[in-house]
């Protein structure tokens, strides 16, 4: 009786195991699906640099016709004369924006909803008491160009800042952005951080939420990561752009 009972419960386990790795495997189908990537292998090194990973998910295909979930961040470091050949250099953390960082497009309502264009608006005037009137942003060359310039070497850090690098303390990892750099007026990146816009320090502080083994990672204790650890040929990228949690703050 003792021997049919182990074996029952064995029976069991083995099913139950089953059907636990099924729901996983069609839960992280889900996820993937959600967030516009496609898993195909628990390795972390995607063997291609940080450039040819933005190249490759920012121009239409004929393999991958909708898979350019990276084309605003292209076309905002196009506009800010940044060469893509600064991602090809080594020993370098990159912060990613997926297209919904930047913009959340509401068909219906044909408005930007979310994302950097919505959260750092250009401003249009100011009223009788100085407080800026605003719009949201509906292209990069709606902002100053040097503004765009600075928020894209702000997302380039230098050194490796992967998950393994990081705690639930905030870490603090320097930028390429310049030291005391002051953002303009012509957008409200310009009335915030103290009217200075960017850290002062040109540095970016990143940790992990908490200790769960799938815990995201945090910016400047605001912004929390979409998916990470992408190990290319010259660095890490992290992407960012969680529905929800989308603008990444220069500061």
């Known amino acids: 009786m003792k021997r049919l009972f182990n074996i029952k419960w064995t029976q069991y386990m083995v099913i139950a195991a089953s059907l636990l790795l099924t729901g996983c495997s069609l839960f992280d189908l889900e996820l993937q699906e959600n967030y516009d990537y496609k898993h195909k292998t628990l390795d972390p090194n995607i063997g291609i640099s940080a450039r040819k990973f933005l190249e490759n998910r920012s121009y239409e295909t004929t393999e991958n016709p909708s898979d350019t979930i990276f084309k605003w961040m292209r076309k905002g470091l196009e506009y800010a004369g940044i060469g893509l050949e600064e991602l090809e250099k080594t020993d370098r953390t990159f912060i990613f924006l997926h297209n919904d960082a930047i913009k959340t497009w509401d068909t219906k309502t044909k408005k930007v909803t ?15 008491t100085g407080k800026p009137i605003t719009r ?116």
């Open 114 to 128: 979310a994302g950097l264009f919505f959260d750092v608006p250009i401003v249009t005037g100011v009223d009788g």
């Open 136 to 251: 949201p942003a509906t292209k990069w060359e709606d902002y100053n160009r040097d503004d765009v310039r600075n928020y894209f070497l702000y997302l380039i850090l230098q050194g490796n800042y992967n998950f393994d690098k990081l705690t639930i303390s905030n870490v603090k990892a320097k930028t390429l952005l310049p030291v005391n750099t002051v953002a303009s007026k012509s957008s409200l990146l310009g009335y915030m951080n103290e009217g200075k816009g960017f850290n002062q320090e040109g540095v970016m502080y990143l940790k992990l939420v908490n200790n769960n083994d799938l815990a995201p990672i945090q910016i400047n204790d605001k912004t929390t990561n979409r998916s990470g650890g992408y190990v290319t040929t010259n660095g890490v990228v992290h992407v960012f752009g969680s529905k929800g949690n989308t603008t990444v703050y220069p500061f």
